[in-house]
C-alpha cells in the first residue's frame, strides 16, 4: 500500500525558521516532491528528492531518508506570503508513469 | 511560455447531468494527469495519459468517470449522471514524461459543484 502523512497545520512568525515532516510507506520508492499551494491556486513545484541528504534551493531547502521513510521541507526566513499549504507526494516505483500520492497537505500560516 | 489551462474554472451542474473538462497541456508535453481535490482532502490521483493512450486509470472513482486525450494535446474528463460527492475542484498536470521524474505542472483547476 501507499501512505502519506504530514500535519494538518503549523504556525510559525515571519523571519523564523519551520520544518514541515512528510513520512511515507510505499511498495517501491521512486522520488518524493514537495509542492506549494496558495489558496485558490494550483499546485507549484518546489523541490525533489530521489536520494539521501539535502537539496537547497534558496529559502527552502528538502531532506530524504530513504531508510526512514522520511521528508522534510525546510522554510527559512519566513515571509507572509509563505502562508500556504505545503504537499508532500511520493512517487511508487511500481508505477512508472510518474502518479503521484499526495498527503493531506500542511496547512502553513506566517504571522507578523 | 503558456502553461497548462483548463476550463471552465467553474462549474455547477444539477445532480444527474454530465460534465466535460477540458485540460491544454503545455506544448511538448507528452504526459497528463487527472487529480482531484475535494474540500480539506489531499490531491488524488485519477487517471494519467502518455500520448493518446491512458495505462493507469486505477484512480477513477466509478464507471460514470472517462477521459480521452486526442491528438496528443488536449484531454476532456467526462463525469456522467453526476453526484454530490463528485464536487471538487479537478486538476490537471503535464510533465515533458511519464516515466522519468520530471516535475508536474498543474492547471488552475475546474471547480465543479453538484447541486
Known amino acids: 500500500g501507499q501512505n502519506i502523512d504530514q500535519p494538518t497545520e503549523m504556525t510559525a512568525t515571519e523571519g523564523a525558521i519551520v520544518q514541515i515532516n512528510c513520512t511515507y510507506q510505499t511498495s517501491g520508492f521512486n522520488g518524493l516532491f514537495w509542492y506549494q499551494q496558495h489558496a485558490g491556486e494550483a499546485p507549484t513545484f518546489l523541490s525533489y528528492n530521489v536520494l539521501d541528504g539535502l537539496e537547497e534551493k534558496g529559502r527552502f531547502s528538502s531532506f530524504l531518508s530513504r531508510s526512514k521513510g522520511y521528508s522534510y521541507l525546510l522554510l527559512k526566513e519566513l515571509q507572509m506570503k509563505d502562508s500556504a499549504s505545503y504537499l508532500c507526494a511520493g512517487r511508487d516505483f511500481y508505477n512508472q508513469g510518474g502518479k503521484l500520492i499526495f498527503g493531506q497537505g500542511t496547512e502553513l500560516s506566517v504571522k507578523p | 511560455g503558456a502553461g497548462v489551462s483548463q476550463s471552465p474554472s467553474n462549474k455547477v451542474t444539477e445532480k444527474g447531468k454530465d460534465v466535460e473538462l477540458r485540460c491544454d497541456p503545455i506544448s511538448g508535453h507528452t504526459a497528463l494527469y487527472w487529480y482531484r481535490q475535494s474540500l480539506g482532502q489531499g490531491l488524488e490521483f485519477l487517471i494519467y495519459f502518455q500520448g493518446n493512450s491512458a495505462p493507469d486509470k486505477s484512480g477513477l472513482p466509478s464507471d460514470r468517470f472517462s477521459a480521452e486525450r486526442t491528438g496528443g494535446s488536449v484531454s476532456t474528463l467526462t463525469i456522467q449522471r453526476t453526484q454530490q460527492e463528485d464536487s471538487a475542484v479537478y486538476l490537471c498536470?503535464?510533465?515533458?514524461?511519464?516515466?522519468?521524474?520530471?516535475?508536474?505542472?498543474f492547471g488552475p483547476g475546474t471547480r465543479l459543484t453538484v447541486t
Open positions: 498536470a503535464s510533465s515533458l514524461e511519464a516515466d522519468f521524474s520530471y516535475e508536474q505542472y
